[in-house]
């Protein structure tokens, strides 16, 4: 009987769709796993296919694809280690989510998921068909269950697979990144040691998909709860971790405990690693913005520097006869602190042009908003048009907060193809901007360190300067009420009561809650941005644009 079993744990970014890649990938894991004498080499859920594939996995010609690559990835690990790696799986015309453990050559067992994640950005009930509770599987001359993802979050798979002889679980996983998320699965994960008895390895992937960033931080726990290693968040790697039998079982050698950074130093992660590969799996490598001197676009400028480098960032002003000095200032110090392309584009000739064009229509009406978005707009087909011809990403600049009440001019400032900004409220935008100008990583971090956000940037008054002395508190409560507000409307279903009774105005928690509403159909047209909340537009929150609905305006 072998007391010590060795497994090759793979932390790593699969790409949707690119089978072949990830296969390679797998192999190249599997390879290392062999040469340091592992027993077992580990992958995260739906692997070969990259996750969250959504209703390209349902494609027969996909998944067929997915199944024969690793059928072939099976053969050609025919000698060494066993490897385990997650796919679709089909069989009496269903399709599932499955684990699938190659060994000698050919695909010997698959364990189907059995709970199927079907809230915030997971759809799997309409994807996939639920598994059966199944056993362990049977290695050399131990037993390992492994509970797939969500799996591990009910306790009845994990207490069926201790019934039935499990002696160790493995957790593969695709879990993306939101605020505090480590702690949530640590819970979850305890819950179930303490419930079996049994050692844990919680297996994730790390990388960008869509608006969604998979944090890694892969961790192993003993009975009782207590933490054996755990792995860097956000980056790949691989770990080849030790079971040692003893008397009351398998346990997993201690090991490193990468430091785990806090929520300000993630957020800021999770928008630089998700324009990185989003940029990187489209084929796009620069980007362009309209740098306004304002904070928003500040922090865009940053996080896009840090991500793709400043030599490959585009920063724009495009001022008009309401731009202060300060702005063209600020604007310029920004994008020299990163280090980036400063161009400048004043808006004066075409706002003419099309304020003449528009005179004989316009004719005996008064200047109103309409005026403000033509600017706007000129400023987007102006950026749309250095991103044609450059082949550069327009990335637009809108916080949460702006988003959530419709602040922002569609087919204007919300022209682009990505939004790192749009899962962060205003509040804290401006400590982001702090916290970057304060830390610098440059395992991470391609843009300078220090101040790159002058301070005045931070400090002063917001406003769009779309007419004279404009400020946003002009339209918007101030920014401290406002994201309050959202935060119990959007992010925690709050009602206008509840508000009222934590202290805020009824008229205002009323006029944001019916901008809230008003605004779906321009996000519903809007950029994908970085999801930093379980609670970010798009995935998580699906409401439709036509809604006549209003807190309290109902008579039972």
Not at 306 to 334: I, Q
Not at 337 to 362: H, K, M, N, Q
Request: hydrophobic share 40%; glycine share 8%; aromatic share 8%.
């Amino acid at each position: 009987m072998s007391d010590r079993f060795r497994l090759t744990l793979a932390q790593l970014n699969p790409t949707v769709g690119d089978i072949a890649g990830n296969a390679e990938k797998a192999h190249d894991a599997w390879r290392q796993g062999r040469e340091a004498g592992a027993d077992l080499v580990a992958l995260t859920e739906m692997f070969i296919t990259g996750y969250n594939a959504q209703d390209l996995v349902m494609k027969p010609v996909f998944h067929n694809a997915a199944i024969a690559a690793i059928e072939a990835l099976a053969a050609r690990c025919a000698e060494g280690p066993a490897l385990a790696i997650g796919g679709p799986w089909v069989e009496g015309g269903k399709l599932y989510n499955a684990y699938h453990i190659c060994r000698g050559g050919k695909v010997t067992s698959r364990v189907l998921k059995h709970n199927l994640p079907n809230e915030t950005v997971f759809d799997e009930v309409r994807v996939f068909d639920a598994g059966p509770l199944g056993g362990p599987v049977g290695f050399q001359d131990t037993r390992i269950g492994f509970p797939v993802c969500e799996d591990s979050w009910h306790p009845e798979v994990s207490e069926t697979l201790a019934e039935t002889g499990t002696e160790f679980l493995l957790v593969p996983n695709g879990s993306p990144y939101y605020r505090n998320k480590l702690d949530t699965r640590m819970n979850h994960m305890v819950q179930r040691v303490v419930e079996t008895d049994l050692p844990l390895i919680y297996l994730n992937m790390v990388g960008g998909q869509d608006d969604q960033v998979f944090d890694g931080a892969s961790f192993g726990l003993n009975p009782g709860g207590e933490l054996a290693f755990i792995m860097p968040p956000f980056d790949e790697a691989i770990r080849h971790v030790d079971m040692i039998r003893g008397p009351e079982g398998w346990r997993l050698e201690p090991g490193e405990k990468a430091p785990q950074p806090d929520a300000w130093e993630q957020d800021y992660r999770v928008m630089v690693e998700s324009l990185r590969d989003y940029f990187r799996k489209t084929g796009f490598s620069k980007a362009l913005l309209g740098l306004s001197g304002g904070v928003d676009s500040a922090l865009v400028a940053a996080v896009a520097a840090d991500a793709l480098g400043p030599e490959n960032v585009r920063c724009v002003m495009l001022p008009s006869e309401y731009t202060s000095e300060h702005s063209l200032e600020d604007a310029e110090a920004v994008a020299k602190a990163l280090g980036c392309r400063y161009d400048y584009v004043p808006i004066s000739g075409p706002r003419a042009a099309v304020t003449e064009a528009l005179a004989p229509l316009f004719e005996g009406t008064e200047p109103d908003v309409t005026e403000e978005n033509v600017q706007s707009r000129l400023r987007g087909l102006l950026l749309m048009a250095l991103s044609n011809k450059f082949g550069e990403m327009l990335l637009t600049t809108g916080n949460k907060s702006e988003v959530a009440v419709g602040y922002a001019t569609i087919y204007g400032d919300m022209s682009g193809g990505y939004n790192p900004l749009k899962d962060l409220y205003k509040t804290r935008v401006f400590e982001t901007c702090r916290w970057r100008n304060a830390n610098h990583r440059p395992d991470w971090m391609a843009a300078p360190a220090g101040e790159v956000i002058p301070t005045r940037v931070i400090d002063k008054p917001p406003t769009a300067e779309l007419r004279e002395d404009q400020k946003d508190s002009d339209s918007l409560p101030p920014y401290e009420v406002l994201d309050a507000i959202l935060e119990g409307l959007v992010d925690n279903e709050a009602s206008v009561d509840d508000l009222v009774a934590a202290g805020f105005e009824r008229n205002v928690v009323k006029k944001v809650e019916h901008l809230i509403y008003i605004s779906e159909y321009k996000r519903f047209q809007s950029a994908p941005g970085a999801r930093l909340s379980n609670r970010a537009f798009w995935l998580d929150r699906r409401y439709p644009i036509v809604n006549r609905w209003r807190d309290g305006d109902w008579e039972s």
